[in-house]
Structure formats: structure tokens, C-alpha cells
């Protein structure tokens, strides 16, 4: 099987990349607004060696794009961290928060885009532009052996960053795909945003659910 191997680059944008100019502008009128937010690309938050990688799509305003970590102080990170917890992936205590006694076990977490996007919709380019930074974490960390994908654009990234054909993988909540030529696993979830729980998309159960099928793959 082939795996990806050595060092393609950085795993985490500087905080002050200047890649995209949208983004950028964002950043520089909040951090007038909310100077004591991260306001910032956000790194990736992850434990030795992991087996599991979380990819969702981009920083939350109010969540990682303010505290600096990955889906924290924002809805989804209740959620996605409480089922981590509750499936052995994390340990300690989660308050939305990055000083909080939460810890990563056997799993790390990023987004396919690292900066807070307008409206929470990233574009084409942008989405582009940050891929160097998925395929180095990959690279950077050969354990890995399972990705979840938080909703098709992450879905569709991370196959993109692999040059696999999205069309031979077709996103579905609860779906298991292997990657030929790669020793891993994609596993696809509705993203676990308020949007989707308040409309019924994604239940905890459904959530779950997916869960069941990582814990399988990773005993």
C-alpha cells in the first residue's frame, strides 16, 4: 500500500498568512472589533500519533476563529467533543474553552480551511489554497488510519488533497470508503453544526452512529 511520507511542507499556516485576500480582510476587521480573539488560522489540535483525524470545514466566528482551537466555544464542538469523550477518543473535561482540561487521545482534529470565512462559506480558491496544509498533516503523521469528514466539502477536499476522483466516492452520512493505494479509511458524517441538529439532518444518534463504524476500524 502507499502511504504519503516525509515533511511536504508546513502543517499550519503562519498566523499571519496572507494567502487570501478575503479571509485576510476579515481577520484584520475583527481583530478591531474583538482584539482579544485569535482573530487567526487555526492550528490544528491533536494528540502523539494518532489514528483518527477529524476534518470539518472552517473556524465557527464564535468558536475556533475566537478561541484559537478547533471547534471550541461553538455548538458544534459540544457535540463533536461530548461524542469524542464518550467513545475514548478525548479525555478531561470540555468547557469551550482552550485552557480547559480536554485532551486529544489517539486523534487529532483541523478543517479544510484554517481561517473564519464570510457567512461560513469558503470559496473554491480558498478552499484550494489551504490544501498544501491538509496534505502535509497527513503526511506529517503516518498513524493515521482513519479520516472523518465533517460534510461533503471536507469530504471532497480531503479526497482532492489525495488526487483521488470524487465521483468514485460518493459523500453519504454514515458512509466507509477505502482509499486504493492508501492505508486509509474515509468515513463521511453530516456536519455536526447547530443548523443541521435544530433541522433534524444529523441526530446525536445519527452521529453516533459513525462512531460505532471508527471503533470498529480503530478497536
Known amino acids: 500500500m502507499s502511504v504519503l511520507h516525509g515533511n511536504l511542507g508546513p502543517v499550519d499556516p503562519p498566523l499571519d498568512c496572507p494567502a487570501c485576500p478575503r479571509l485576510v480582510a476579515l481577520r484584520h476587521e475583527l481583530k478591531e472589533v474583538h482584539p482579544d480573539w485569535h482573530n487567526a488560522p487555526v492550528p490544528t489540535f491533536t494528540s502523539l500519533e494518532p489514528r483518527l483525524l477529524v476534518v470539518g470545514l472552517a473556524p465557527g466566528m464564535k468558536g475556533a476563529n475566537c478561541t484559537g482551537r478547533p471547534f471550541t466555544g461553538d455548538y458544534a464542538g459540544d457535540l463533536l467533543y461530548e461524542t469524542m469523550l464518550a467513545y475514548g477518543f478525548a479525555d478531561g473535561a470540555y468547557e469551550a474553552r482552550p485552557d480547559d482540561s480536554l485532551v486529544l487521545k489517539d486523534a ?11 457567512q461560513n462559506k469558503p470559496t473554491g480558491p480558498e478552499i484550494r489554497t489551504c490544501r498544501p496544509y491538509l496534505l502535509s498533516t497527513i503526511a506529517a503523521n503516518p498513524s493515521i488510519r482513519a479520516v472523518l469528514a465533517l460534510g461533503r466539502i471536507a469530504h471532497e477536499t480531503f479526497l482532492s488533497a489525495l488526487e483521488l476522483r470524487r465521483a468514485d466516492f460518493k459523500f453519504a452520512h454514515c458512509a466507509q470508503h477505502s482509499l486504493p493505494g492508501y492505508e486509509l479509511t474515509l468515513f463521511d458524517s453530516y456536519h455536526c453544526s447547530r443548523y443541521n441538529t435544530n433541522t433534524g439532518r444529523l441526530t446525536t444518534e ?7 463504524k471508527i471503533r470498529i476500524h480503530i478497536p
Do not use: E, G, Q, Y
Open 206 to 212: 445519527m452521529f453516533r452512529s459513525v462512531f460505532d
Open 108 to 118: 487529532m482534529i483541523t478543517n479544510a480551511v484554517r481561517c473564519l470565512p464570510p
